[in-house]
Nanobody
Framework: QLQLVESGGGLVQPGGSLRLSCAAS??????????VGWIRQAPGKEREGVSC????????NYADSVKGRFTISRDNAKNTVYLQMNGLKPEDTAIYYC???????????????WGQGTQVTVSS
């Protein structure tokens, strides 16, 4: 069983930055063998895949809406995946979830494990 814990959300002004973290909880499987994605959901909107990184970090992908602003990375020694978000816009406001599946990135519906989510609010 893999349990994921997100952190790093909050309130930020437009143009600001946040770094989200997704860590495997202490007494669960290692995150190192899993591809990890970030998925967001805004009120009244469908879930949107934001970014994903493969288990070894050699492959990443991004939604067009965040390309050039967001960067996903992982530190397997710390069992953690990060999402650095720069140039935040009000339309980035959402609950951000991390999710994991073995090996390689795939569609949003293919993740096996999900965190509880962290709120990101971009507002002046």
């Amino acid at each position: 069983q893999l349990q994921l814990v997100e952190s790093g959300g909050g309130l930020v002004q437009p143009g600001g930055s946040l770094r989200l973290s997704c860590a495997a909880s202490r007494f669960t499987l290692s995150l190192n063998y899993y591809a990890v994605g970030w998925i967001r959901q805004a009120p009244g909107k469908e879930r949107e895949g934001v970014s994903c990184i493969s288990s070894r970090g050699g492959s990443t992908n991004y939604a067009d809406s965040v390309k050039g602003r967001f960067t996903i990375s992982r530190d397997n020694a710390k069992n953690t995946v990060y999402l650095q978000m720069n140039g935040l816009k009000p339309e980035d406001t959402a609950i951000y979830y991390c999710a994991a599946r073995p090996g390689y990135c795939s569609g949003t519906a293919d993740y096996d494990y999900w965190g509880q989510g962290t709120q990101v609010t971009v507002s002046s």
